[in-house]
């Protein structure tokens, strides 16, 4: 006897062959399964396209992440820890109180803007999305209309003001820092500088009275005894599934908050039902799909009847011979889902080409990503393949003894 | 070549059950046999039992082949694999409608038995036998594109392609003109004398037989039993 591989591509042969031959009704066949196939593709892919679209949108805009703490309190640096450290927080930095995070910023040539944000940074600020926001204490990040007003460019020096009245007498702390990179409108519209957490709490502590030589302060009482403390924190969620537990954390803590929720839940109501549409769909096809499916091959199978007893005559098992239907079954569908591929490329390109430039519907996109196109090739093999069993079975009952009589 | 001695088969069961029975039969090398006998007798359900496709109800002995392989160990032991193996190895088929696959070549259905049992696909035989039967313009038509005569003649050579011990005719003349038939029946013969099979025919035309002058196992008619017995 043959090896089993010789045997296997004897019978692929024969499969192609008889496909081949039997062209009309094979492509019956297929075509039923690109009939299924393709819709299916196509709804998948608007489903998948638009979600995605949505979901992109939320993330790229930092604001949808941000849980805002929207009244004042005193955390010390312990809070501040625990924040960070919880799985649903991406980044959380301490602010301090809001009249403190305001400063004067004096450029070249007299350049000057007053009462400038003065908003703390840090690694992987959401907010910035830029590889400088780790600064040190004597840099800065302008926003683009601070620097516009100042004429500051990258590697400027900027002066940063603040006054204070101490003992009768006005004072002003002044520091020397350097623009390490200026963030566009798009990201943060007003006028604004970035600076280190460390130099946001030196003008807080200046501002109440404090010894504070970072910024020439001679006079006022030393600082030795005094903790870390924030009035809020600028928080931000990891991810948009995180949004909600965070602030569930930070409510039950009596923090009031307020964030995008609503936007987000949203988005997911319209992937939920999206999601629903598709799977009734999608179910309804398939045992449409089925159903034909199941019929075509039994059909076949009698067709064949007397080919499959020749089959076994020659020397065939019965499980070759089951193998033989299996393996035919596996061909049509795989042809079936090419062209379902095909037809939901020149679909997807449709809708792309015509819904796309649209102002009304903004960047429509139909998408499906490869593992996608793999799940569904293997979901149609499987169906097929089991489908074909049911015909197999009555395969394996044809007798060698059935090709000696006249059906 | 082909031993048998005892060999008795049921079909069908209860009243409608009918037996078929066969007390002695030796095939030589290069013999041919014709089984003759009216239509419904039993001669395809003998020709089933002998080609391994029936299971008996009893079988004394049955020898095949140029090594002996004890058809009824087997059979007793119900080695439906090991039977199946010595059938394609060492019987060959022709069927009534020739039973060519249509969407095979005419070289394909020929060489399927050999590429089955991994022969060489180059044999002797195979294209000695073509040319006797005129097969070769033929050879990479369809089935289909063929008259049922040539259909036939192509079903013959792929009966022995795999140079099988025994050749097994189940009426291979039934759909041809007398001319045809003829011719067929002069072919087959001259293969199975040339390749020194064993032959096995069996046929409704007595005329055709009696005119080769074939040796005949003729059916004897009985209460719900049907003998085969050597005609002289």
């Known amino acids: 006897m043959n090896p089993w591989y010789k045997r296997l591509a004897l019978l692929v042969r024969l499969s192609l062959a008889d496909l081949w031959h039997d062209r009309n009704v094979s492509l019956c066949m297929a075509a039923s399964l690109v009939a299924v196939i393709a819709p299916l593709l196509l709804l998948f892919g608007l489903k998948h396209g638009v979600v995605s679209q949505l979901q992109q949108e939320l993330l790229s805009d930092p604001r949808n992440l941000e849980v805002k703490m929207l009244s004042s309190g005193h955390y010390d640096q312990a809070w501040l820890q625990r924040l960070q450290q919880r799985p649903e927080v991406g980044f959380a930095i301490g602010q301090t109180r809001s009249l403190n995070t305001q400063a004067d910023l004096l450029g070249e040539r007299g350049r000057f803007v007053d009462n400038v944000e003065v908003i703390p940074t840090a690694a992987n600020d959401p907010l910035l999305a830029s590889e400088f926001s780790a600064l040190q204490a004597d840099q800065l990040i302008l926003s683009e209309r601070a620097a516009q007003r100042l004429e500051a460019k990258v590697g ?238 009555r395969a394996i009952r044809i007798q060698p003894a059935e090709s000696l009589r006249e059906l | 070549m082909l031993e048998i001695k005892g060999l008795r088969v049921v079909r069908g069961q209860g009243p409608q059950s009918h037996a078929v029975r066969l007390d002695a039969l030796q095939l030589r090398a290069g013999e041919v046999w014709a089984v003759t006998g009216e239509s419904g007798c039993g001669k395809s359900t003998l020709l089933e039992a002998i080609g391994l496709l029936l299971k008996p109800e009893r079988l004394d002995c049955y020898l095949l082949g140029s090594e002996q392989h004890d058809v009824a160990r087997l059979l007793a032991g119900e080695q439906h694999a090991a039977l199946a193996a010595l059938r394609s190895r060492e019987l060959g088929f022709v069927l009534q409608s020739g039973g060519l696959l249509p969407f095979l070549s005419v070289r394909d259905n020929i060489l399927l038995p050999r590429r089955l049992l991994g022969l060489d696909a180059h044999s002797h035989a195979v294209e000695k036998a073509v040319a006797a039967l005129s097969l070769t313009p033929l050879l990479d038509k369809l089935p289909q594109a063929l008259s049922i005569g040539e259909r036939q003649r192509v079903a013959c050579v792929r009966a022995i392609a795999h140079e099988p011990r025994v050749l097994l005719a189940d009426e291979p003349t039934a759909a041809l003109d007398p001319h045809n038939a003829q011719r067929l029946f002069e072919l087959l013969l001259e293969l199975v004398a040339e390749l020194g099979l064993s032959a096995l025919l069996v046929s409704h035309d007595w005329a055709l037989v009696e005119r080769f002058g074939l040796p005949r196992l003729g059916a004897i008619n009985g209460q719900g039993e049907t003998r085969f017995e050597p005609l002289v």
């Open chain 1, 156 to 393: 400027d020096s900027v002066r940063l003001r603040v006054s204070r009245r101490l003992n009768e007498v006005n004072e002003r702390g002044e520091r020397t820092l350097r623009v390490q990179a200026i963030v566009a409108a798009v990201r943060f519209a007003r006028p604004a500088a970035f600076v280190s957490p460390e130099l946001l709490l030196d003008l807080e502590h200046y501002r109440d009275g404090y010894l504070v030589p970072a910024l020439g302060a001679g006079s006022g009482q030393s600082l030795e005894a005094v903790g870390v403390g924030y009035a809020r924190a600028r928080i931000y969620a990891r991810d948009i599934d995180s949004v909600a537990p965070l602030e569930q954390w930070l409510n039950q803590q009596r923090i009031e908050t307020s964030s995008r929720l609503a936007e987000i839940d949203s988005v997911k109501a319209i992937n939920h039902v999206l999601g629903l549409i598709f799977g009734v769909i999608a179910g309804a096809a398939l045992i449409g799909c089925i159903a034909s499916l199941v019929g075509a091959f039994l059909a076949n199978i009698d067709r064949k009847r007397r080919d499959l007893a020749v089959l076994r005559l020659l020397g065939f098992t019965s499980s070759a011979v089951a193998v033989y239907v299996v393996l035919q079954a596996l061909l049509l569908s795989l042809t079936g889902f090419v062209g379902g591929l095909a037809c939901y490329y020149l679909g997807s390109l449709l809708f792309d080409q015509l819904l796309g430039s649209s102002q009304a519907t903004g960047a429509f996109i139909c998408h499906i990503t490869v593992w996608h196109g793999l799940v569904a090739l293997l979901l149609a093999l499987l169906v097929a393949g089991l489908v074909a069993l049911i015909g197999a079975v």
